[in-house]
């Protein structure tokens, strides 16, 4: 089939023919107490298949390759504006050498059913829902002179608790994802989530005012997911990002360097090369606080006249991006504060975060902090700052760091003056 893709899209005067094949292999498990809620595999194939026709640039998605998407490059190019070259990306030899598999999913099964066992050392567990899944992906990007081929696997667990005490309810939710075949202790994890969601059982309001503020591994990298934008040539061309001028310059605090990092094998958004076949590389977005790279794609490139970045994912987006940990751990950032508050769970980024100005107003739930210990539980409050003012307030940087997402994370950042609302 492929060959004759390529036959007939050469017939066509299609430049650039490519064709990305993505198949996912995935196990799903879900546990509600002690009863299987859910139990799913599944195997799937897409196809992202590009060209450029009349000097447009075309990309159809599709479950099924056949002779009709050669026809439905040339209607869609009608409705595309932008004209662009049809010169040819150089791509990179790049093959995967790793081979994986889906584990055979009783033992987990059997580890999850028997978290309920938890209840005996702590009655006031009302619920514990788990959630497991073994993500395998494999992308091939195909054209007439390369086949570029690159696998990962990803593990995920994940745990909601919800206790009672007094007939009042409080549920905590904990994730660990893993990119090898290692355990996940979710007997460690779900106790965690027990104690959290105990922890606010009890909790008490802060009063409204400027405090210093830990911000969790988990809740920064959340954030950091909506100011990708901030860096993509695309939204600095249109005047639309709020480092429009300045690139060279300082823009956050000099202990901030945010870099890419997304060939690197051990990290959850591993790619060796983006939709485009461009291969990817380590950079340096943000050092010391300057802002070093804007991200490209070909079209932006062109209008920069700049390098591609292997940033072209759809849309420009980043794999890997992440703040540098320091050298404090989390709990030595918690002895440096007399009076503050450590966020660990935020709400409504959708709605509470905007990229454009970048305003933030989100829920917030954590600990208050006093003379270096974390005092009592806290939520209903509301985290109130501007990602301008965030990343400059940075008095110190955790050496912890979790990737929950396959875009960006962060270690914890312990940051002053961050106003506190209810």
Request: glycine share 4%.
């Amino acid at each position: 089939m492929y060959k004759e893709l390529f036959n007939n899209a050469k017939q066509n005067d299609l430049h650039n023919f490519q064709i990305m094949e993505i198949t996912t292999e995935e196990l799903d498990i879900e546990i509600f107490n002690n009863q299987i809620d859910k139990f799913e595999t599944s195997d799937i194939t897409k196809y992202i298949v590009s060209a450029n026709y009349n000097n447009k640039d075309v990309r159809i998605i599709t479950e099924e390759l056949n002779n009709d998407i050669i026809n439905l490059i040339k209607e869609q190019s009608e409705y595309i504006d932008i004209e662009t070259s049809n010169d040819r990306i150089a791509l990179e030899d790049i093959k995967e050498t790793n081979t994986y598999k889906i584990n055979n999913p009783s033992k987990i099964i059997e580890r999850m059913l028997n978290l309920i066992t938890l209840k005996n050392k702590y009655p006031n567990i009302k619920e514990i829902k788990s959630y497991y899944t073994e993500l395998i992906t494999k992308r091939k990007i195909i054209t007439i002179e390369n086949e570029l081929y690159d696998i990962k696997k990803e593990t995920s667990f994940s745990t909601e608790v919800t206790v009672t005490e007094n007939n009042n309810n409080s549920t905590s939710y904990k994730s660990k994802i893993i990119t090898d075949d290692s355990d996940i202790n979710i007997e460690e994890l779900t106790e965690e989530t027990i104690i959290n969601a105990t922890d606010k059982l009890h909790y008490k309001e802060i009063t409204n005012g400027t405090y210093k503020v830990i911000l969790t591994s988990e809740v920064m990298g959340s954030i950091l997911r909506y100011f990708i934008d901030l860096f993509s040539a695309d939204k600095i061309q249109k005047d639309t990002s709020l480092l429009v001028g300045k690139q060279k310059k300082k823009v956050f605090s000099n202990k901030i360097t945010i870099v890419e990092d997304p060939n690197n094998t051990k990290l959850l958004g591993k790619r060796l090369f983006d939709n485009t076949g461009k291969k990817t590389y380590y950079k340096e977005i943000v050092k010391n606080g300057l802002f070093i790279q804007p991200l490209y794609d070909s079209k932006t490139a062109k209008i920069d006249n700049a390098e591609l970045t292997g940033n072209d994912y759809g849309e420009i987006s980043v794999r890997n991006m992440y703040i540098l940990p320091g050298s404090t751990t989390k709990e030595e950032l918690i002895t440096k504060v007399d009076k503050g508050i450590l966020i660990d769970s935020v709400g409504g980024l959708h709605s509470g975060i905007n990229p454009i100005n970048g305003n933030i107003s989100i829920q917030s739930e954590g600990y208050y902090i006093e003379n270096g210990k974390k005092k009592y539980a806290s939520k209903l409050f509301i985290l109130v700052t501007n990602i301008m003012e965030l990343l400059n307030n940075v008095i110190d940087i955790s050496n912890n760091i979790e990737f929950y997402y396959q875009d960006t994370a962060s270690p914890d950042l312990l940051l002053d003056n961050i106003k506190i609302s209810k």
